[in-house]
């Protein structure tokens, strides 16, 4: 019998970075998106405020994948290194993966990371898209013509962690092949992601509604 599907998180960022290039040593993050199977949550605020109260959100959800699009060289190395220049200490984890192309738009960034972040482990949707872009068997597979790229452009992060959500929902199958495999801390169980995965429960703390209408707002406090 295949494994149930685990409760998947989109995660988008935006930072104040003016054009195509984001330097982390000074550029910040001014909100992130979090979208949930229940409705989406915005995390903004004072910078170090939002990524304390995003950190414990993330921990607190039942133990599923963080879906991203390109955050194996955008999200997931900002989160890192601007946690780190506020003095935080998240349970995001990160190594250097070279099997991506550097591409990455973070100025200091010379190659891809893979991540988890808490109990979850990270998926980064542009590798699948990727692949399913190039040609096989002399034909491309339509469903993944999408232009996914193009649709994550309007800054609203609320809607592009959905969209990195629902898509991933979508081609689970294919994607679950894609998800980051970090090495086990040391004296942890050895536990795959995918097996004896509980049904998912709707936290209290999420919105209710449909993800088009709903939306969690937790705002960090004014300083």
């Avoid at 000074?26 to 910078?47: C, K, M, N, Q």
């Avoid at 921990?59 to 699009?69: D, M, N």
Wanted: hydrophobic share 35%; glycine share 6%; aromatic share 4%.
């Amino acid at each position: 019998m295949p494994a149930a599907q685990p409760p998947i998180y989109g995660i988008d960022v935006i930072t104040d970075a003016v054009g195509s290039s984001i330097n982390p040593s000074s550029d910040r993050i001014v909100a992130v998106g979090l979208s949930l199977s229940t409705g989406t949550e915005l995390f903004d605020g004072p910078e170090r405020d939002l990524l304390s109260l995003l950190d414990q959100r993330i921990e607190a959800l039942p133990t599923g994948v963080v879906a991203t699009y390109n955050g194996s060289l955008l999200d997931l190395p900002m989160i890192d290194r601007r946690a780190r220049q506020r003095g935080l200490d998240i349970g995001l984890r990160l190594r250097a993966d070279r099997r991506a192309a550097p591409d990455s738009p973070l100025t200091d960034l010379d190659h891809a990371v893979c991540g988890s972040w808490g109990p979850h482990e990270h998926l980064d949707l542009r590798r699948v898209y990727d692949e399913g872009r190039q040609k096989k068997r002399g034909r491309f597979d339509p469903e993944m013509l999408m232009p996914v790229a193009d649709e994550l452009t309007d800054r609203d992060p609320c809607r592009d962690a959905t969209l990195a959500r629902r898509l991933s929902e979508r081609r689970w199958n294919r994607a679950k092949k894609y998800v980051d495999r970090m090495p086990v801390p040391a004296g942890s169980a050895r536990r795959h992601l995918f097996q004896n995965n509980p049904a998912y429960r709707a936290d209290e703390m999420a919105a209710t509604g449909t993800d088009d209408s709903a939306r969690f707002q937790r705002r960090a406090s004014d300083i």
